[in-house]
């Protein structure tokens, strides 16, 4: 296949990909959206086959290979379930960005291959675009494998620091832009190899000390970063739809962890710096004197609901760690049926990833146009009769409107005390991440209902 | 003189992020998550790379040194295309309007 047709179908693909995010503005049209992908994944890897245009025995073992890999994610595709989603995206960012740095590594030692010159006397560009490619590589790597333990819980989600972290991580930083400058003026393999090693460091460093429920904005950061490597990668092999591809991918993450950090009224370099709530809880803790807070049981919660005209139901990641999402649409099904009116209010940072409590809920089969965002449905709080927050803690909490001491404040919250009573499902009093009590705990019109979440909620449909 | 081709490179780069980051304000934040599963797939077309670095063995010789890198990033690289396009039809296909008889 000659240069020019592959370079105009890697195009095709590169807008294929376009189109395939454009889909996503809709639900309607996202399955669409998700077909063009999947035909400009299929046209890139065609034109790539037919353009290298060696059909050898090597060619076999790549589709023995690629079929092995194909088996691996289609098995993990459709065994996953839904609440496990923030760890398969974090897994695979991972896988991303440790091929970007195998592609990295094999057109370091055979050049020749990708056009690029030869072993030793590689193109100054070639080599920059490279060892950028296999840095950002490896940092998604390690990155997100961290995130990975860390959401399943088999690391601690709790934020790791320690004295002169971040002057640790910066002189990593300078030694990667020195070792690259290095690299190009001696081609040195040593090098390449320890310009790796620093990078899958770095990465490490870079996620322990961010604590658990700041993952949605490192899940997106990570995206952002999987795509740029992709591009690094890109360069180097001249190919279009890795460019656009990786670019577009970039953006996407960056526009994300923008939306994320906004949601929680934080900048990024404060969430990247990390160590959040580890600092704040000595001043925390003085001013916690006991205050009296009302308790209830199912019966009480079904009493408030049967008796409502309207419910606004406040989802969080605890609903993903009960996993009472189905529960919660059979008491709203019930409710629907005594002429109740019932919505969803999600916070943008809810659960452990963007849209994490959209996506159980549509699992459980709640229709989409019955979910709000927080602008959408902020308004409304103060004209429903109950709120049922359920798993949500920091993202309802009134201080961040009030107290300007608070670490929380400025922070966009839902305005769940406005409505004329809250149901709030928690197993204890315990805080959130933020390290901060919860003044809606102690309001006049807050019914506390300490349970686990999918229990409770099955009780209360019971007695409804 | 002649425009080096890194610069055309470079411009398809640099409109493609601005693109991207128009049609990404345009997602609704409903489906950010199926965002991201879709973009983990797309980014998989760094097999593109893969495929090439897996061919580069001389004939006869299939594993050289650089080609066995090329191998392992295919197996990476497709378990994120199949993984990630198959999971992001999954949660799709869970995304359902109001039926209007209820």
């Known amino acids: 296949m000659s240069p020019n047709l592959s370079a105009i179908l890697y195009l095709v693909s590169g807008v294929l990909f376009i189109l395939a995010l454009r889909g996503l503005s809709s639900p309607e049209t996202s399955r669409q959206g998700n077909l063009f992908g999947i035909i400009g994944m299929v046209i890139a890897i065609s034109v790539t086959f037919l353009s290298v245009g060696n059909f050898s025995s090597g060619f076999i073992y790549v589709l023995i290979f690629f079929a092995i890999g194909g088996s691996i994610g289609s098995f993990i595709a459709y065994r996953i379930p839904m609440t496990a989603m923030p760890e398969l995206v974090a897994g695979f960012h991972s896988l991303v960005g440790l091929a970007a740095v195998f592609v990295a590594i094999s057109a370091f030692i055979n050049p020749t291959a990708f056009n690029l010159g030869t072993p030793g006397n590689i193109k100054l560009a070639s080599l920059i675009e490279m060892a950028i490619g296999a840095a950002v590589g490896a940092i998604t790597f390690s990155g997100s494998v961290i995130a990975f333990l860390k959401l399943q819980g088999i690391m601690s989600g709790a934020p790791i620091t320690f004295k002169g972290q971040h002057l640790l991580n910066a002189l990593l930083l300078l030694l990667i832009v020195i070792l690259t400058i290095y690299l190009c003026s001696t081609q040195s393999s040593n090098l390449f190899w320890i310009l790796i090693a620093v990078s899958f460091l770095i990465g490490f460093l870079i996620i322990i000390p961010i604590g658990g429920a700041d993952m949605p904005v490192v899940i997106s950061m990570l995206n952002s970063y999987s795509g740029w490597a992709a591009a690094g990668i890109g360069f180097t092999l001249e190919n279009t739809a890795l460019i656009i591809t990786g670019a577009l991918v970039g953006s996407s993450g960056a526009i994300l962890s923008y939306i994320m950090c906004k949601g929680m009224n934080r900048s990024f370099f404060n969430v990247i710096l990390g160590g959040f709530g580890a600092t704040d809880q000595t001043s925390q803790s003085q001013n916690k004197e006991q205050r009296p807070v009302k308790s209830g049981n199912a019966d009480d919660a079904a009493f408030l609901m049967k008796n409502a005209s309207s419910v606004i139901i406040v989802p969080g990641y605890g609903m993903a760690v009960a996993q009472a999402q189905h529960a919660l649409r059979e008491m709203v099904d019930t409710l629907k049926k005594n002429d109740i009116k019932v919505s969803y209010a999600i916070h943008p940072v809810a659960g452990r990833m963007p849209g994490h409590m959209n996506v159980l809920l549509a699992e459980a089969n709640v229709p989409y146009d019955e979910v709000f965002e927080l602008e959408e449905i902020n308004n409304d709080f103060a004209n429903a009769d109950v709120a049922f927050v359920i798993g949500a803690n920091d993202v309802t909490n009134p201080v961040a409107k009030t107290d300007p001491q608070s670490p929380i404040y400025g922070m966009p919250v839902l305005d769940v005390e406005k409505c004329k009573s809250v149901l709030f499902v928690k197993r204890s009093l315990s805080p959130g991440y933020a390290g901060i009590d919860n003044d809606l705990f102690y309001k006049e019109n807050t019914l506390m209902l300490f349970a686990d979440a999918k229990k409770m909620t099955e009780d209360i449909t019971k007695n409804l | ?102």
């Open chain 2, 1 to 102: 003189m002649e425009i080096d081709p890194f610069i055309f490179r470079l411009s398809i780069f640099i409109l493609s992020i601005f693109v991207g980051y128009y049609v990404v304000w345009s997602v609704t934040p409903s489906l950010h998550t199926p965002l991201m599963s879709v973009t983990n797939a797309i980014s998989s077309v760094i097999i593109v790379g893969a495929i090439i670095a897996a061919l580069s063995g001389s004939d006869g010789v299939v594993f050289s040194s650089s080609s066995i890198y090329g191998f392992l990033a295919i197996i990476l690289a497709a378990v994120n295309i199949f993984g990630g396009f198959l999971v992001t039809q999954r949660m799709l296909a869970m995304y359902k309007k109001k039926k209007k008889d209820k």
